[in-house]
Antibody
Framework: QLQLQQSGPGLVKPSETLSLTCTVS??????????WGWIRQPPGKGLEWIGC???????YYNPSLRSRVTISVDTSKSQFSLELSSVTAADMAMYYC????????????WGQGTLVTVSS | QSALTQPASVSGSPGQSITISCTGT?????????VSWYQQHPGKAPKVMIY???KRPSGVSNRFSGSKSDNTASLTISGLQAEDEADYYC??????????FGGGTKLTVL
């Protein structure tokens, strides 16, 4: 059973960079079946796909966030990471890492979530 | 990319059936058979209930079913139970190689 464990700070200052990491266990991050992705959910609101990375390093991003987002993978550590630059209050949300089947067929496994607050 | 369109809320009594619609465009729902549905209880991560429009993951009750017609997908829950009360989200692959979610529907079991 694949498991995703998130880590990273829950508090980020305005204009700084949000950084989160997701560690994969119970399966291989080099699997050809999945993208490794990030999804967020502002309090009381809906889900928003941020982007994802394949184990080869290829990436797909939400066009509305593309200019501020970097998602990367470190296969040696079985980890993938999210960086979101120049954060504002609008970026406050629960951030989930997740496995996404190719062709975006399904989001199968989810991390536990990290509530990120943007405040000085 | 604009979110797929879902009703904000639906309700039904135990034992009844309800259907949640999800409307997109020919660039997402209408163009691909890659629609999925997620159930989210308060304070929990979402759980996939339907993928590839009609397929159920192992362990998901057969009371949940999916369908699609043109640019609109639907999730039907039959034999409503109290435990089905949750938020439901649709999602679709897009022609831009992205994933787009619906705005979410709150299901109330009366």
């Amino acid at each position: 059973q694949l498991q995703l464990q998130q880590s990273g700070p829950g508090l980020v200052k305005p204009s700084e960079t949000l950084s989160l990491t997701c560690t994969v266990s119970g399966g291989s991050i080099t699997s050809s079946s999945y993208y490794w992705g990030w999804i967020r959910q502002p309090p009381g609101k809906g889900l928003e796909w941020i982007g994802c990375v394949y184990h080869t390093g290829g990436t797909y991003y939400n066009p509305s966030l593309r200019s501020r987002v970097t998602i990367s993978v470190d296969t040696s550590k079985s980890q993938f990471s999210l960086e979101l630059s120049s954060v504002t209050a609008a970026d406050m949300a629960m951030y989930y890492c997740a496995t996404i089947q190719l062709w975006f067929r399904s989001v199968d496994y989810w991390g536990q979530g990290t509530l990120v607050t943007v405040s000085s | 990319q604009s979110a797929l369109t879902q009703p904000a809320s639906v309700s039904g009594s135990p034992g009844q059936s309800i259907t949640i619609s999800c409307t997109g465009t020919s660039s997402d729902i209408g163009g691909y058979n890659y629609v999925s549905w997620y159930q989210q209880h308060p304070g929990k991560a979402p759980k996939v209930m339907i993928y590839d429009v009609i397929k159920r993951p192992s362990g998901v009750s057969n009371r949940f079913s999916g369908s699609k017609s043109d640019n609109t997908a639907s999730l039907t829950i039959s034999g409503l139970q109290a435990e089905d009360e949750a938020d439901y989200y649709c999602a679709s692959h897009t022609s831009s190689s992205t994933l787009i979610f619906g705005g979410g529907t709150k299901l109330t079991v009366l």
